[in-house]
C-alpha cells in the first residue's frame, strides 16, 4: 500500500477519477491519508482523520513511507486558526494555508509554516469562537474551507480544530456523541440535525446561547432556532426541520 500527504492548500477530492466528476469532500494541507488504488493520472485515497474515500489527481500529491505516515499517526495534530496564513518552501515560493490544515507535518514537507496554531482537545467554550471564524463564507458542496463550505464540512472543521473528530457526512455525524431530548438541555458547541421529507438527515449545525444556531445555507449564517427547526429570518419560515441534538463533548 502506498501512503501520501497533501502539499497544497486544498485538493479537490472526487467520486472518479475525472476533472468533470463532483467533489464530495476536500483534502487540506498537511492531511495525510492511504492510497487504495494508483492509476497512470489518479489515486484513490482514504483520508486518515475521517476515513472519506475519493479520487485525487497524482500531481497534486506528495507520496510519503509507511514509516512516515506511521510517524504522523503517531503525533499530536496541531492545526491552523487563522483565515489564512503562508508556509514557505524551501526555494522561498509561498503556498497558502487555509483555517484548519494541519501543521505538525511540515517537517516532512520541507517547509516553514508562519501564524497560529492550536494543539490539543479545546474546551467548550472555544467551539462557538471558532465556528464564527467561518461568518459568511460561501456554501459548497463538498467544501471545507472558509472560501467555500458545506454543512458537514463546517461542523467537522470546527470540531476539528478543537481536537474532536466528526465523520463526513451529516448522516454519519448524527450517529456520534450522546443523545439530547430538548432544545432546552443544548450548551453552545452541541450539533442539531435536520432531516428532509423523507427522514434522512441532510443539515447539521452548531448550537449557540439563547436558541440561535450557526450553520451553512447558502453561507455561514446564524439563525433561530426551536423545537420544530431553523427559523429563517430573511425567509419569514422553517428552512429545516430538526430530527436530533447531539452532544460531542
Known amino acids: ?19 468533470a466528476s463532483e467533489m464530495t469532500s476536500q483534502v487540506l494541507f498537511g ?7 494508483s492509476r497512470k493520472y489518479w489515486s484513490k485515497i482514504r483520508v486518515s482523520s475521517d476515513k472519506c474515500e475519493g479520487w485525487v489527481p497524482n500531481n497534486q500529491v506528495h507520496f510519503i513511507t509507511k514509516e512516515e505516515f506511521i510517524l504522523i499517526e503517531e503525533k499530536q495534530p496541531i492545526f491552523a486558526t487563522d483565515l ?3 508556509a514557505e518552501h524551501p526555494n522561498g515560493t509561498p503556498i497558502s494555508i487555509i483555517l484548519g490544515s494541519s501543521i505538525p507535518l511540515t517537517k516532512i514537507l520541507k517547509v516553514t509554516v508562519e501564524g497560529n496554531k492550536t494543539e490539543g482537545k479545546q474546551t467548550k467554550e ?10 459568511n463564507a460561501p456554501e459548497l458542496k463538498g467544501g471545507k474551507t472558509p472560501f467555500g463550505i ?6 467537522q472543521m470546527v470540531y476539528k480544530i478543537n481536537g474532536y473528530n466528526l465523520l463526513r457526512t451529516a448522516q454519519e455525524q448524527a450517529r456520534q456523541g450522546e443523545a439530547l431530548s430538548f432544545i432546552e438541555e443544548c450548551e453552545p458547541g452541541d450539533l442539531a440535525f435536520f432531516d428532509d421529507s ?16 450557526i450553520h451553512v445555507n447558502g453561507m455561514v449564517r446564524i439563525d433561530r432556532i426551536d423545537h420544530t427547526g431553523i427559523f429563517n429570518y430573511d425567509l419569514r419560515n422553517y428552512s429545516h426541520q430538526l430530527r436530533v441534538l447531539k452532544r460531542i463533548l
Open 31 to 37: 492531511e495525510h491519508f492511504k492510497i487504495l488504488e
Open 198 to 213: 423523507y427522514g434522512h438527515i441532510n443539515h447539521v449545525g452548531i448550537v449557540m446561547k439563547n436558541n440561535f444556531i
Open 126 to 135: 472555544h467551539i462557538i469562537n471558532t465556528a464564527l471564524k467561518y461568518l
Open 1 to 19: 500500500m502506498q501512503y501520501g500527504i497533501c502539499p497544497l492548500s486544498v485538493i479537490p477530492l472526487r467520486i472518479s477519477p475525472e476533472e
Open 84 to 86: 489564512l496564513s503562508f
Open 150 to 155: 458545506d454543512a458537514s464540512g463546517f461542523a
